[in-house]
């Protein structure tokens, strides 16, 4: 071990201070379990969850919805941030050839924008898709074909998919889809936008994520809720390092313990042994710092991963806009999302008057995008809110941007294979690394489902053995969105079963 000195022993390390791996050390610390928490951020807790301040503006990266499924969840939401949610409306929509959406769709609206002859097509191509569906469909682009037809999928899914993706629907697997918009299909959302339409409430029942009303958020963003967790892991007896990246890690099959080598942000080192790691860094580099050397660490380097940057613009605009975010779906700009930060939370504005949105830039690390100066991406998008009619470049104040690497995990056509093997190799020959989270299991999860496999972490561990597969979190609808109760409550109600039970 590199810089080997005094090494401390804890019970649990945990690698990563994002909702995953901070809500594994909160169920471990509250009940009584040795457990340390180091974050290579110097300044932030949360993760991609976290909220970013710049002058006294509070903005998050991406917009993290408050809603789940799981009452569990929901309860560890309100015990650890009781006093500090909001309930806000959620309003969303589609720019297209420059005409705004609402999203979920309004059926008349719909109609009107794409006027009759275009929307008849539509579902003409939806007939055809569902007469003549593609058999065992394996990308993005086939799968959401037999579920909207060809004609929706080019003018909803096409442009704002490889936007964020760098890649073409045809090279995306059909599981980011099933998992991303499972339960909705056009019929599904026809019928939504007629009720919405004549202002009625949408079916009762279980509803489709993309489909819901309203949601709620943390008063000054989804920081507080990780900031507030790291307090209450201290105030239990945990620990949270801030500005410490874990760069060794050494197995040793005969103590069955980790020793682990960590460098802090002024180049000292510090070696901590432990019985368990969880870990909710990227699968690639993880695996790049585990000695002895992984059978899969080839297959840990081909996964790929999507980053973007937020260019946040601040001013008076002239325009009023209401939206939570608007999904950019026209071509001819570069700019993916738009995040609107006031209608998240009102008190994420200081002077709570000026408007502060956010543009989304999806890149590779290294590309053009990212490595532009600050000050031509802040020009560029001053030129794209115009164009689509937000914000005028002559009303914008003040700008930052912010870069976020790793924000997604790549769904390409070999990534389940490569994670295939690494789990096996885990499970085989590192049986305490615990993988968590969006990108320390490179699954698309959302917060919620990220907390989830965080919560049952720290109860396999809290056990001494895996009572539930944490892989299954958000692959089974049954399995990871209601919670943990017995096996004849989760056949009536869709709550997760133990494998024991099981």
């Not at 190799?425 to 615990?434: K, R, V, W």
Request: with cysteine; charged share 25%.
């Amino acid at each position: 071990m590199d810089g080997a000195g005094v090494s401390h022993f804890v019970e649990t390390f945990v690698i990563g201070a994002g909702p995953a791996g901070l809500t594994t050390a909160y169920n471990l610390a509250k009940n009584q379990q040795d457990v340390l928490v180091v974050e290579q951020d110097p300044v932030y807790v949360g993760g991609i969850s976290r909220t970013v301040n710049y002058k006294g503006f509070l903005f998050d990266i991406g917009g993290h919805r408050f809603f789940s499924k799981s009452k569990e969840i929901v309860d560890l939401w309100d015990e650890i941030l009781p006093d500090d949610f909001i309930e806000r409306p959620r309003l969303s929509r589609i720019y297209y050839r420059d005409k705004f959406y609402s999203y979920p769709l309004k059926a008349f609206e719909a109609l009107r924008n794409l006027g009759i002859l275009e929307s008849a097509a539509c579902m003409l191509s939806y007939g055809l898709a569902r007469l003549l569906p593609v058999k065992n469909p394996r990308t993005f682009h086939e799968w959401v074909r037999n579920q909207f037809g060809e004609r929706l999928f080019s003018i909803f899914f096409k442009t704002y998919t490889e936007k964020v993706w760098g890649m073409s629907c045809d090279e995306i697997s059909s599981d980011w889809a099933a998992q991303r918009i499972k339960g909705l299909d056009l019929a599904s959302a026809i019928k939504d936008a007629l009720l919405r339409s004549i202002g009625r409430k949408t079916r009762k029942g279980p509803v489709a994520k993309t489909l819901i009303e309203s949601f709620r958020y943390p008063r000054r963003g989804p920081g507080m809720m990780w900031e507030a967790a790291a307090r209450k892991i201290r105030d239990f007896g945990g620990r949270v390092l801030m500005d410490r990246k874990v760069h060794q890690l050494a197995w040793d099959a005969n103590t069955r313990l980790w020793t682990i080598g960590v460098r802090r942000g002024d180049g000292t080192t510090e070696v901590y042994t432990a019985r368990h790691v969880v870990s909710s860094a990227p699968i690639s580099d993880l695996m790049g710092a585990v000695s002895p050397v992984p059978k899969s660490l080839s297959h840990a380097r081909d996964l790929r991963y999507r980053d973007f940057l937020t260019v946040v613009l601040i001013g008076r605009s002239q325009t009023e806009l209401l939206d939570n975010w608007v999904y950019i779906h026209d071509p001819s700009v570069k700019v993916g999302r738009v995040q609107n930060f006031r209608s998240w939370s009102p008190e994420m504005i200081p002077d709570g008057v000026s408007t502060c949105l956010g543009l989304e830039y999806f890149c590779f690390e290294g590309d053009g995008v990212w490595d532009a100066p600050d000050g031509d991406l802040v020009e560029l998008a001053k030129q794209e809110i115009a164009k689509i009619g937000l914000m005028r470049p002559e009303d914008v104040a003040d700008a930052c941007v912010v870069r976020q690497a790793k924000a997604y995990p790549v769904y390409d056509d070999t990534y389940a294979e490569h994670v295939d093997a690494i789990r096996l190799d885990l499970a085989t020959n590192y049986p305490t690394l615990h993988l968590v989270g969006r990108n320390g299991m490179h699954k698309y999860n959302n917060q919620d489902h990220a907390m989830m496999t965080g919560l049952l972490t720290s109860l396999n561990i809290q056990a001494s053995e895996a009572i539930y597969d944490v892989w299954q979190v958000n692959e089974d609808a049954d399995y990871g969105e209601a919670g943990l109760s017995g096996v004849q409550e989760a056949l009536r109600s869709e709550r997760l079963v133990p494998r024991k039970a099981a």
